[in-house]
């Protein structure tokens, strides 16, 4: 099993090895951990070798180039035989991003919800209502105003309301897409009305109503650590920052909440899967081996490492996700719900970057909005092509 994860969670995947080897006794399982930046291209590597794993992680966004290059097993056939394991039991935007076709090429081992986490010591001091369920962009706005202080009156701000806003999440929000659909996109749609809407909703954050940093003023750190420091009273984020703040977060109380809604609730619908590559020598094994892994026992160890929101119904209703802190987990099963999948795309990374290096000229002011948009759906329009 080759994955990339930090030290925490490469122990929790030994004990989902060791569980799984006493069930199995006649299989051996060989974790193998590669640091993110490198894990990819070994992936690549050994499969264009000849040489793969049994099992590999992958993460939803690069699905699609996987399995159009045939790298992988179809696992239809598996799920054919073992009726108890049923695809229902996932959260269907946590299986989404693995079929193509009613085939199924992967199982889903976690949905990358992002919540609004949220200083209740700030809030506290301001005299605020914590933020709650229902609440909408301009509640987001009006509070992070009054979270946003000069407190030595230099002229320089020593605390933000809001670390940055997810401009995705923004744009499904507003009811947009930067796509004409899911399967097989052939339009970009980045210059449309509620995208630029979107858009810049998330630049006035920063240039009009000053509530949250600028990027270029992430020079000395980020947003996270800005939220452990106290310097800010809200950022967007995953689960798996969660051990971090539970580790580093020590001088006041924090939790989380759904994000904000302008049109509609939308969530994030990334996360990520194991696989069997084509040409494993062992997939009867390796099957079987995913087949725990994204069950109910796997999974439930795996919620010990607090890095993942499920993408098991039972698993995300359960004690094992459930207990805090933070204290309101539901808020991560309640943007599972609202998540929307991401496109279909081969060559989605090499999209994604282009959109986000374009995007970026926005952030930093250096060209008008309407002008880097138009420009750059003309561009991706000929990258779908």
């Not at 509070?143 to 407190?151: A, C, E």
């Given at each position: 099993y080759l994955t990339r994860g930090e030290p925490?969670?490469?122990?929790?995947?030994?004990k989902v090895a060791d569980e799984f080897m006493k069930e199995n006794p006649g299989i051996t399982v060989r974790i193998e951990n590669v640091d993110y930046n490198g894990y990819w291209s070994k992936i690549l590597t050994m499969i264009t070798a000849g040489t793969p794993p049994d099992v590999i992680f992958l993460e939803s966004n690069r699905m699609t180039g996987y399995i159009e290059k045939g790298a992988l097993t179809d696992l239809t056939p598996f799920l054919t035989k073992n009726k108890e394991f049923r695809i229902k039991d996932f959260f269907d935007v946590a299986i989404q991003p693995y079929m193509k076709d009613k085939h199924v090429y992967g199982l889903p081992n976690d949905v990358a919800a992002i919540v609004m986490f949220y200083n209740k010591s700030l809030f506290d001091e301001a005299g605020l209502p914590y933020p709650k369920k229902g609440w909408t962009w301009d509640d987001l706005i009006k509070?992070?105003?009054?979270?946003?202080?000069?407190?030595n009156k230099d002229n320089v701000i020593d605390q933000y309301g809001l670390a940055y806003y997810d401009s995705d999440l923004a744009i499904s929000q507003n009811n947009g897409s930067m796509f004409n659909r899911v399967e097989k996109p052939t339009q970009c749609l980045l210059n449309t009305k509620?995208?630029?809407?979107?858009?810049?909703?998330?630049?006035?954050?920063?240039?009009t109503y000053k509530v949250a940093p600028k990027n270029s003023d992430f020079q000395d750190t980020d947003g996270r650590m800005m939220f452990i420091m106290g310097r800010v009273a809200m950022i967007p984020d995953g689960h798996w920052m969660v051990p971090k703040f539970k580790k580093e977060i020590t001088g006041f109380k924090w939790d989380v909440v759904v994000m904000p809604r302008k049109k509609k609730m939308a969530g994030s619908g990334r996360g990520s899967c194991l696989a069997i590559p084509a040409e494993s020598k062992n997939k009867e094994?390796?099957?079987r081996f995913i087949k725990f892994a994204t069950g109910f026992e796997g999974q439930k160890l795996l919620m010990q490492s607090d890095f993942s929101a499920p993408a098991l119904k039972s698993i995300a209703g359960s004690e094992y996700f459930l207990s805090p802190p933070p204290q309101n987990e539901r808020a991560f099963i309640d943007m599972i719900k609202c998540a929307e999948l991401e496109p279909k795309l081969s060559n989605w990374d090499e999209v994604r970057d282009y959109i986000n290096r374009e995007l970026d000229k926005i952030w930093l002011d250096l060209e008008p909005m309407d002008k880097v948009l138009d420009e750059t759906t003309r561009d991706v329009n000929k990258m779908l092509k």
């Open positions: 925490v969670l490469l122990e929790i995947w030994k509070v992070s105003k009054k979270l946003t202080k000069d407190k509620a995208v630029k809407e979107a858009v810049k909703f998330c630049y006035d954050l920063s240039y094994a390796a099957f």
